[in-house]
């Protein structure tokens, strides 16, 4: 049972009803789309159409499929064949492990990355380089200048690598208007099933060298039998994300106001575009694993920071990179979903009042 009242969509959106009901019948049904029986016959028909909706909710050519956001990002950084990966300070975990030795690429306060530190990093060695930028921040909502990326790293000779994977099914995403070569998708962060994720390919020639190797499912990028219902529910996700990003756009306005009517918050990344549900908001006195906690036990769910690192709350390396100082281990992210309303944000605030109350008399006194 989920909590009261659920403001950690970033980490995780309930699947949608549709979703669910074809799941349950992709699984019913069962089939192996590797074999040439009709049984498996219809689950390959299953696993290609799916394939074709994710394709088209990005505007991309070649869908690998994935367990999910990480896997696909190992497989662009890790399989693109180039001698130098530059990665932004502020990419997922999965992103920054992936190749630890990657040249960190800064961003500026405002929470974008540094397209001029970009050009100089780009300039310094002329390997053949693959650039990695996320589309939008996972905990400030801050959309990068992907687009402006690309050129920059198409002019030396560099491919771009974009984790889309909290950006798609909230705002549009175009790989060919973006000029995104590689583009990593998650079906549990737009309304599908956890894992299960892609690597989108703008042109089948950029295929990476597959990390797992034994069949020759996903055109030999991806050994292992397809997961059939997990698929089936990825396609039907992303076709009913891509139909509601309109209504999705509405929660910017909650957003907004639960940030004016925070008392004492400190909203990060407000001078970028953000996406429409995410806020990032610090309180001076409080660490955000304590604010996390008080929240839980008043059933709010919030998280501090990336919901990847098994439980542990830590000090946000994005606000870091970002120069927030302290805030960088006072902060906690809200993320709004599809469902979320009024009545939601007013359980919030009156949580987060309790919480000012304490936090704001211990700071004047220091």
Do not use: Y
Not at 25 to 36: C, K
Not at 275 to 287: E, I
Not at 295 to 311: E, F, K, P, R, T
């Amino acid at each position: 049972m989920r909590s009261a009242v659920h403001l950690d969509h970033n980490a995780d959106t309930p699947p949608f009803a549709a979703v669910v009901a074809a799941m349950a019948e992709a699984l019913a049904e069962g089939g192996n789309p590797s074999s040439v029986h009709a049984l498996g016959r219809r689950a390959r028909r299953r696993v290609e159409d799916a394939r074709a909706r994710v394709a088209g909710l990005v505007n991309g050519a070649e869908v690998v499929f994935t367990s999910g956001g990480t896997e696909a990002n190992a497989l662009a950084l890790t399989g693109c064949g180039r001698a130098r990966i530059l990665v932004s300070a502020i990419e997922h975990p999965s992103v920054l492990a992936a190749v630890p030795d990657a040249v960190p690429v800064p961003v500026l306060p405002s929470g974008v990355v540094d397209l001029d530190a970009l050009a100089r990093l780009l300039d310094a060695d002329r390997r053949p380089a693959l650039v990695s930028l996320m589309l939008a921040n996972n905990e400030t909502g801050a959309i990068q200048p992907v687009a402006e990326a690309a050129t920059l790293a198409h002019a030396k000779g560099a491919l771009l690598h974009c984790d889309a994977v909290q950006a798609a099914g909230k705002i549009a995403v175009d790989m060919r208007c973006l000029n995104i070569d590689l583009l990593s998708l998650s079906a549990h962060k737009l309304g599908g099933p956890q894992g299960i994720g892609a690597l989108v390919l703008a042109d089948e020639r950029l295929a990476p060298t597959p990390m797992l190797r034994g069949g020759g499912q996903e055109r030999g990028l991806r050994a292992g039998s397809e997961n059939v219902a997990a698929i089936e529910g990825f396609g039907v996700a992303a076709g009913l994300a891509a139909e509601g990003l309109a209504d999705f756009a509405r929660l910017a306005a909650l957003r907004d106001g639960l940030e004016r009517r925070a008392r004492g918050a400190v909203a990060m990344a407000t001078q970028a575009p953000r996406l429409p549900n995410t806020s990032c908001l610090a309180l001076p006195g409080l660490s955000g694993e304590v604010m996390v906690m008080a929240m839980d036990l008043a059933g709010v769910a919030v998280s501090a920071g990336a919901a990847c690192s098994s439980g542990k709350v830590r000090a946000s390396h994005v606000l870091a990179a970002m120069g927030a100082g302290h805030l960088a281990g006072s902060a906690i992210r809200v993320s709004l979903g599809r469902d979320s309303g009024e009545a939601d944000v007013e359980r919030f605030l009156q949580v987060w009042a309790g919480l000012a109350a304490q936090a704001l008399p211990a700071a004047s006194a220091a």
